[in-house]
Every structure is written in structure tokens, then in C-alpha cells.
């Protein structure tokens, strides 16, 4: 290879210089060289189409790129620069000044060794909504002293904005919000003396100090901070800023701001955002000072009292947000003042009354959102005759009622009235109404049939949950713009034929589930676009054709029908690569297992059917999330590779004929949520593997014939609620936890009917801290499960064998009965205060009844029968107010039966064959009978203990003295109105009668029985 010749290797270094030199030698760079600078930058990036539309559909702050498309495909190098579409130059001197490619559709990296760097006269550059993944923002950008804007905003720029934006001293505007959150460590805008306008919406500014914002010019007349994890307390006077006109601090939840008491009256402000940020108490009426404000959106902001009627004098006010706060009263009728409005948005607050119908002066009005809260009365027709409103959002209120028949000038694009109270027909203008796109009244009170539609504007059409009654209008199928039918729970007897239906081309979601619904597969058509479809309990006894065209499927819900036989070949390919929900169960489904292709399906549901055979291997390459298959004749074993699974999070395949044993081969990050082998014929030791399931909230195995030891070692899960092994063939002592801390969150063990003896486990009682207290926050009625799956159990509850369909997640139970267990009770039961059922029956225990029972104050049922329990029922379990089942036959008991609150509801048969106990209910009486335990407490002991409200011991013993009814009545009075002293006076004579005439009987029968 021959020699460079000596010219072109000074070329070379002229070149070198040339492209890395200082910015004093660069900035002689000739208008020609420029050019070339720009042509390699542009050479270094992809142009991608798939960039648009931009990120603002999830960044709504982020501006509309009007017009998007590839500025640089139009450079070309026989043409100079200063005319390329996008670049400005100084006439004077040819200098690039100016570069604007914002959303041209660029995608590559920015190096800091790019030759944009170069371009040392810039004075305004904008780089906004391209893609730069994963590029840095080059400390070189801190190069432009004369730059005065910089939009680089929305361009995926990544990791932390460097420190020497801030030298960029000559900046009027900076924009750098970001797609991936950038880091803002340091303040970079301390040396920025002449900046107007600061962008840095969704910035992570976690480190900054709020007060470091008090050091921007005084001159700022826009300051957008939306998203920036912005934390700690920001002083009021960022909000006096003499020229502000622009204010957005929205979606910064750990912000504490405090609005102005006074003082407030900027007439520059028109744009304040401050949605999402810690405030509380009332809003000052001082906001009513922002004359010239058109922009105000203060949404979830935990404001509450009533709105100041002062708004009524932001007479510019163009978009009001006020959702979802703590506003209480009517809305002031000073809003009717607002005539430039065309947003309102006072959804999700405590408002009450009627709609005011000041609402009907804002003739301007196009979105009119009044949901979430308690209006109530009729619809009132000032409100549809604005003549300019096309979306009314009025659902979950209380309104009454028919709606208004005669309305005039309707220009309705969105109605939603849904979760109300309204009913009557549904009036002839709904179907009237030209422009109308989505209609949404469903959960009403609606009667009668659906009327024909006049028009074929309708995209969205939702009546569910009425009482319509009828056949579809045949005008439906001139809704050829439909993506939603939503009908269900109706009485509407629909007819899926070609006449109707054949037309919905662009239909997405149907549901006519809790309908009548006949189907006519002899004439087929398709839905090509039809991605959700609910038919479930619509009374179909066979799979609609049409659903094999479906090629979008996403999700099918046809349970709860009478679809009988085999499914179709057919079912297996619908939705091939689309489908991800599948809920066949509760049908006559027969034969082998479905032989299913979906590749992306996360959800099958097939319970309650009649499938037979084994449970494929071909599911296995599926990548499950829930499989409930529970409930049919399937038989073989559980296929390994379910239990291998790191996706799989539900796996009910309870109520077959498996066999075999569960496979031993649990991955390590496997994600299972819930396991209910119950109601199979498994056999065979628990593997241990099962450990390594650490999500595991639900284990249930019950009913089979798995043997060995106690599971120990699942004690190290975390995050198990619920442990069922009953009737199966487990044996041996329970000996002390191999953890620490073992089952800390379990609420439900049933280890019953097994083989288990020796002394029950105190030191795992001790640790069971899920079942100690019952939090307020807990009493709400939350279910173990998730979106798709609930989870549910077999229970002995109130000595019944009991489905619980749906497990609160605050019902606690025990169940060690039908063992070999031997010794005493431990003590340390009495500390698991949130019990709701406690059973040790059939063992053979002994000892006394544990007083500290009485601590149970939530115990519901408690089963002791079949023991050999000794000496007295603790007095101490009259304080069980809850306690409606009580089993405690079959021991050795003796003494007085307590009296009092819920013992006297308990039969003879809660203390059969206890030969030694006597009192009510019991004919024995107690005579000359000394106590082996702590004497009871006295009359007036127990009415000091009685609760302030509920039916107690002196209702019910009203009752037995005076007669039901009566003893009833006074309850109610006591639970309404107190105690006053005449009824507990009347309460201590009527105790006192009753006691008497017992001791009269008693003597004169003899004591005997």
C-alpha cells in the first residue's frame, strides 16, 4: 500500500483542526463551512416516521406539533444553506443564527463531538419532539453564548441536565421538559438575569430546594414546572411575581404551596395550574383578584367549603377545573357571571341541591363536567339548550326523574347521564340528535323500548344497566361509525343476525350480557374489528360464528350460558395473536381439553364446565397469568411445566380427578399469587420448592391425599393469607418454627381432618400478627384477589361447611379440628384478637378453657366439642358480643353456665353430654355449687361493661320476663336513644322477678332434672 502523499496528510490535519478547534479559531468558520457542518449533523440521523403523532398523547402539556415532518429531507448541497427549510442566517454576515428542526421526524444520538457544536453564532436552536434515545445533553451545549432560546424539549433526551445550561447568560427562553425525566440536580437558572420563559415539565427536581425558584428574575413571564417531583414547602410569592402570565406547578403531589390571603390582585396572570398539590382548607377569596386570568385548574387539590363566589369575577376565565376535591354546598349562582367559559369541570366534589340554572347563561359552553356528586332533582333544560355545549358528563348524581322532552338547538357531540336515578322512556331527541358521537345513560331507571336513530354520527352507545325492554332498532345498522354497544343487564331480547349487524364494520366492544340473545349462525358475517365482546349469561347455546372471522379478538367472555358439546375447531384459532382474555366457565362444555393457539393469552377462565382428559402440555406455551380450570371431570397429572412457569400468577385447577403428585420443580422467580389444587386425588409429599413461591398469598390443597409432615418451611412466605391442608393424610407433631417469624400475614389455616398429635403449636400463635388486631383501615369490604381472578374458599364457618365466593380480607380462622392434638389450650389464643372462628373440636384436649378467650371480642363461632375439657366456661366469654355459634359438648365442663348477652341465645345442644354443667339453658339446676375460677362479675359490673349501643343482657332478659316482643322494643329504644334511668330501673325489676321465679321453680321440682 503506497504512501500518503504529503499534501493530503496536511489535509487531513487541517481537518482535524478544523472540526476540534477552540471556539475562538471556530468561530471564523466561513458561511460554506456552516453548510458543511449542518449537512454532517443532519447525515447522523434516521428519519422515522413513527415518531407522530408526538408524545402529547401522554404528556398533554407537551404542545401539538401542527406540522410534523422531515425538514432536512429537503437539504441539498448545490443549494446554500440559508435557504434549507429551517435555517435562518444573519443577512450581514451569512452566519447560521438560527436552527429550528423541531418535530422532523429525527432519530439518532447527539455526540459532543458533533459538529452542531460548531454552529457558534446560533441564537436560537430548537431540537423539540424528535428522538435522541438515549442521548445525553452535551455539556457542549453551554458553547452558545448568544443564544437567546433553546427548545429541546420532548426529544427523549436522558440522564442529568448539565450544570452549563447555566452559563448560557444571554437565554430569554429555555425549554427542557423531558420524555424520561431528566435530573436536575443543581439550579440552573441562578445566572439566567434575562430569562422570560422557563419549560422543564416532567424533570426530575426531587433534589432541589423549593426556595432556590425565589432567585428567578423578577421579569419571568412564564414558569411551567408540571410533573417535576418537586418536594417541600414553595413561599407564596412565586405567585406575586410582578409579570407573570404563565404558571403551571401542577402534578407536583409532595408541594406544599400556600395560595395568597391578600395581595393577590396580578393583572398579568392568565394560565395557573396548580392541580395535584398539598393544599387544604378553603380557596381565598383573593383568586377572585386575577381578573385577566382564562386558565385555572386547581383539581385534586383536597380543598374544601364552598366555592368563592368571588370566581364569578374571572369574566376572562375561558377553562375552570375544580374536580376531585372536598367542595361542599351549591354551586354560586356568581358562575352564571362567566360568559366566556367553554370548559367547567366540577366533577368528583360534595356538591348538593339542583343544578343551578345560572349554567344556562354560558352560551360559549362546549364541555360542561358535573359528575360524581350530589346533585339531585330533574335534568334541567337550560343546560340542553346552550347553544354551543357538546359535552355534558352528569353521571353519578342523584337526579330524578324523566328527561326534559321538549329541547331546542341541541348540538350534543358527548352525553353522559349514567348512575343516576332518572327514568321514564327515553325521549325522542336523544335519537334525534345530528352531530352526537357518544351516548352514555346507562345505570338508570330507564323503561321501555330503544327508539330508531335518525342519524349515523353515533361512535359510542351505552344503555346498560336499565330496564329496556324490546328487540334492537333496526336503525342500528346505520351506525357504521360504532366502536361501542354496550346493552347489558337489560331485558332486551336481541337477535345477532346479518341484517343488523353486517354493517358495524368498525364495532370494538358489544356487550349483551344479562340479556336474551339468539343467535343465527345459517347466514355468516364479520366483524374485523371487534376486539372485546361480552355475551355472558345471555342464555346462548352455541359459539356466534361470526366470532371465527374475529381476527382482532382480545377479549371473549361467554360464560354463564348453556353452550353445550365440544368447541369448535375453530375457537382455537380465533384471535391468534390478539386474544388475552377467555372465560368459558360455568357451561355445558364437554370432552377433551380445548386445544388452544393463543400466543398471548394471559387469562383463562373454563371452570364449572364438563371437560374430560388430560390438561395438555400445549398450554404450557402460553405465557399464563391466571388458568382456572377448576371444577370438570379433567384427570392425569399436573403438567410440570405449569408449576415451572415465572409468569403464571393463579393456577385453579381444584375439583378434578388429578392424580399423582404435585411436581417438584417450582421455579425460583416463579410469580404465583394463588395455588388451589383442592378436590383432586394428589397424593404424595408437599415438595419444597413450594418455598421458593414468595408472592404466594393463597395455598389451598385441601381434600386430597398428600401425607408427611407440616409444612414448616412455608412459614418463611411473607406475604401467605390463606393455608389449606384439610383432609388429607398429614401426621405427626407440630414442632416449634424453623423462622423466625413464621406465617407473619396469615389470616386462614385449616389443617383439619389430618393425623396430627401431640401439643398445639403456641410459638406459632405467637407470631400469627395478621390475625392480633383488626385496623380501621381494614374494615373496609376489600377481597383477596385481583382484577381478573377472586379468590375463594372452603370454610367451616358456624359449623357449616361454607363456599366463601369472595375472601375478605379481614376474615381470620382457625380450623385444627378432627386431629390428635393432646394437652391444654395455650393462653396465647387470646391474644388474636381478630378471630372471626376459632375450631378445636374432635381432639383430645384437656384443661381448663382459657380465659383469656374472652379477649376475642370479634369471635363469631367457636367449636370446642368433642374434647376433654374440665372445670368452668369462663365468665369471661360473655363479653363475645359477636358470638353466635357456641360449641362446647362432649367434654368433662362443670359449674354455672355464664348468663347474660349472647349465652342466652345458645341451646342445650352447645353444652350436651358436660354432665357436671347446670343453669340456663339447661333443666340442672346449680345447687350449693362452689366455683373453681373467679367469681363472676356483679349486676352492676356487667352493666358497666355493657357497649353504648347494640341489644345487651337487659334487652334479653327483658324479653324472657316480659315476653319478646316487648324485650325487643326496649333494645331498640336502647340502641336508638341510650339508657335512661327509669328503663335500667325497670331493667334491675324485671332481672330480679325472672331470678326469683327460677329460684321458686327450682324448689319446688327439687333440683332434680
Known amino acids: ?28 468558520l466561513s458561511s460554506n463551512s456552516q453548510c458543511s457542518a449542518l449537512l454532517q449533523f443532519n447525515n447522523s440521523f434516521s428519519i422515522d416516521s413513527s415518531l407522530f403523532p408526538p408524545p402529547n398523547n401522554i404528556y398533554p402539556h407537551l404542545p401539538l406539533c401542527y406540522t410534523s415532518y422531515p425538514k432536512t429531507a429537503s437539504w441539498k448541497e448545490d443549494k446554500h444553506c440559508c435557504s434549507w427549510d429551517g435555517v435562518d442566517c444573519d443577512k450581514n454576515t451569512g452566519h447560521v443564527i438560527g436552527l429550528d428542526l423541531s418535530c422532523s421526524w429525527l432519530s439518532g444520538t447527539i455526540h459532543s463531538n458533533s459538529t452542531l457544536f460548531l454552529l457558534r453564532h446560533l441564537r436560537t436552536l430548537s431540537l423539540a419532539g424528535n428522538n435522541f434515545y438515549p442521548s445525553l445533553i452535551s455539556s457542549e451545549f453551554g458553547q452558545f453564548k448568544s443564544l437567546t432560546h433553546l427548545n429541546l424539549s420532548y426529544s427523549y433526551f436522558s440522564g442529568q441536565i448539565p450544570s452549563e445550561i447555566s452559563q448560557l447568560s444571554s437565554l430569554v427562553s429555555l425549554d427542557l421538559s423531558s420524555t424520561n425525566n431528566m435530573l436536575i440536580e443543581t439550579p440552573i437558572w441562578n445566572n439566567l438575569t434575562l430569562l422570560r420563559e422557563l419549560h422543564l415539565d416532567y424533570t426530575d427536581m426531587s433534589s432541589i430546594r423549593p426556595k432556590s425558584l425565589m432567585n428567578l428574575s423578577s421579569s419571568l413571564t412564564t414558569l411551567s414546572l408540571h410533573g417535576c417531583n418537586l418536594q417541600g414547602k414553595l413561599k407564596n410569592s412565586i405567585l406575586l411575581l410582578p409579570s407573570l402570565q404563565t404558571l403551571d406547578l401542577g402534578s407536583n403531589p409532595n408541594l406544599n404551596v400556600s395560595l395568597p390571603k391578600s395581595n393577590w390582585s396580578s393583572s398579568s396572570l392568565k394560565f395557573l395550574d396548580l392541580s395535584m398539590i398539598r393544599f387544604s382548607g378553603e380557596i381565598p377569596d383573593f383568586i377572585g383578584n386575577l381578573k385577566s386570568l382564562k386558565y385555572l385548574d386547581l383539581s385534586y387539590c383536597n380543598f374544601s367549603g364552598p366555592i368563592p363566589t368571588l370566581l364569578g369575577n374571572l369574566t376572562q376565565i375561558t377553562d375552570l377545573i375544580l374536580s376531585w376535591n372536598r367542595f361542599i354546598g351549591s354551586i354560586p349562582t356568581s358562575l352564571g357571571n362567566l360568559t366566556q367559559l367553554t370548559l367547567l369541570d366540577l366533577s368528583a366534589n360534595k356538591f348538593s341541591g339542583m343544578i343551578p340554572a345560572c349554567l344556562g347563561n354560558l352560551t360559549k359552553l362546549t364541555s360542561l363536567f358535573l ?99 324490546g328487540s334492537l332498532p333496526r336503525s342500528i345498522s346505520r351506525l357504521v361509525n360504532l366502536t361501542l354497544l354496550s346493552l347489558p343487564s337489560n331485558n332486551l331480547s336481541i337477535m345477532l343476525d346479518f341484517e343488523i349487524f353486517s354493517e358495524l364494520k368498525n364495532l370494538q366492544y358489544l356487550d349483551f350480557s344479562n340479556n336474551l340473545v339468539s343467535i343465527n349462525n345459517n347466514v355468516a358475517y364479520t366483524l374485523p374489528n371487534l376486539k372485546q365482546i361480552n ?31 365440544q368447541a369448535p375447531r375453530w375457537l382455537g384459532d380465533m384471535g391468534r395473536d390478539s386474544l388475552y382474555f377467555l372465560d368459558l366457565s360455568y357451561n355445558l362444555l364437554q370432552g377433551p381439553f380445548l386445544n388452544l393457539k393463543f400466543l398471548g393469552l394471559l387469562y383463562i377462565f373454563i371452570s364449572n364446565n364438563k371437560l374430560s382428559g388430560e390438561i395438555p402440555c400445549l398450554i404450557c406455551k402460553i405465557s399464563l397469568e391466571v388458568l382456572d380450570l377448576s371444577h370438570n371431570d379433567l384427570s392425569g397429572t399436573v403438567p410440570k411445566c405449569l408449576v415451572h412457569s415465572n409468569v403464571l400468577k393463579v393456577l385453579d385447577l381444584r375439583m378434578n380427578s388429578l392424580h399423582g403428585t404435585i411436581p417438584t420443580t417450582f421455579y425460583k422467580r416463579n410469580d404465583f399469587r394463588t395455588i388451589n389444587l383442592n378436590g383432586n386425588q394428589l397424593e404424595g409429599p408437599l415438595p419444597r420448592s413450594l418455598a421458593y413461591c414468595t408472592n404466594l398469598e393463597v395455598l389451598d390443597l385441601g381434600n386430597n391425599k398428600i401425607n408427611g409432615v407440616f409444612p414448616y418451611w412455608l412459614g418463611s412466605l411473607q406475604n401467605l393469607r390463606v393455608l389449606v391442608i384439610r383432609s388429607n393424610r398429614f401426621q405427626g407433631h407440630i414442632g416449634n418454627p424453623k423462622t423466625k417469624f413464621p406465617f407473619p400475614n396469615l389470616r386462614i389455616i385449616d389443617i383439619s381432618n389430618n393425623q396430627f398429635n401431640g401439643p398445639l403449636p403456641s410459638k406459632y400463635f405467637k407470631h400469627l400478627n395478621a390475625m392480633m388486631s383488626v385496623h380501621k383501615s381494614d374494615v373496609a369490604l376489600d377481597y383477596m384477589g385481583e382484577m381478573y381472578y377472586s379468590d375463594s374458599v372452603n370454610v367451616m364457618l358456624k359449623g357449616h361447611d361454607t363456599k366463601l365466593v369472595r375472601i375478605l380480607t379481614v376474615f381470620t380462622s382457625i380450623d385444627f379440628s378432627n386431629n390428635r392434638f393432646t394437652g391444654e389450650m395455650p393462653k396465647i389464643i387470646g391474644r388474636l384478637t381478630s378471630l372471626k ?75 350436651t353430654e358436660n354432665l357436671g354443667l347446670c343453669g340456663f339453658p339447661l333443666s340442672r339446676t346449680c345447687n350449693n355449687h362452689v366455683s373453681q375460677q373467679p367469681p363472676p362479675s356483679t349486676l352492676q359490673e356487667e352493666e358497666n361493661s355493657e357497649p353504648e349501643n347494640g341489644f345487651g343482657w337487659q334487652a334479653v ?47 319446688g321440682r327439687g333440683g332434680r332434672k
Request: hydrophobic content about 40%; aromatic content about 10%; charged content about 10%.
Open 1 to 28: 500500500m503506497g504512501c500518503l502523499t504529503w499534501q493530503y496528510q496536511v489535509l487531513c490535519l487541517l481537518s482535524f483542526l478544523f472540526l476540534h478547534a477552540p471556539s475562538s479559531f471556530s468561530s471564523s
Open 957 to 1003: 332478659s327483658m324479653g324472657y320476663g316480659c315476653g319478646v316482643i316487648f324485650g325487643t322494643l326496649m333494645g331498640y329504644l336502647m340502641f336508638k336513644i341510650g339508657k335512661p334511668k327509669w328503663i335500667v330501673r325497670m331493667v334491675k325489676l324485671e332481672q330480679h322477678i325472672m331470678l326469683r321465679r327460677l329460684k321458686n321453680n327450682t324448689h
Open 535 to 565: 355475551l355472558s349469561s345471555s342464555n346462548i347455546s352455541e359459539f356466534p360464528i361470526f366470532l371465527r372471522t374475529a381476527t382482532n379478538l382480545q377479549n371473549l367472555d361467554l360464560s354463564n350460558n348453556s353452550i353445550y358439546g
Open 837 to 911: 372462628g376459632l375450631n378445636f373440636s374432635h381432639n383430645n384436649l384437656t384443661g381448663y378453657i382459657p380465659s383469656s378467650f374472652g379477649n376475642l371480642t370479634n369471635l363469631e363461632s367457636l367449636d370446642l366439642s368433642f374434647n376433654k375439657l374440665s372445670g368452668e366456661i369462663p365468665n369471661q366469654l360473655v363479653n363475645l358480643q359477636w358470638l353466635e355459634v357456641l360449641k362446647l359438648s362432649h367434654n368433662q365442663l362443670i359449674g354455672h353456665i355464664p348468663s347474660g348477652k349472647q349465652f342466652y341465645t345458645f341451646n342445650n345442644d352447645s353444652y
Open 371 to 469: 359528575s360524581s356528586n350530589s346533585f339531585n332533582g330533574l335534568v334541567p333544560s337550560s343546560l340542553l339548550n346552550l347553544p354551543n355545549l357538546s359535552t355534558l358528563y352528569l353521571d353519578y348524581n342523584q337526579l330524578v326523574g324523566p328527561l326534559p322532552n321538549h329541547v331546542s338547538g341541541l348540538n350534543l357531540t358527548h352525553l353522559s347521564l349514567s348512575s343516576n336515578f332518572l327514568n321514564g322512556t327515553l325521549p325522542s331527541w336523544l335519537f334525534n340528535l345530528p352531530s352526537l358521537v357518544h351516548l352514555h345513560i346507562s345505570s338508570n331507571q330507564f323503561i321501555g323500548e330503544i327508539g330508531e336513530f335518525k342519524s349515523n354520527s353515533l361512535e359510542e352507545l351505552g344503555l346498560g344497566h336499565n330496564k329496556l325492554q
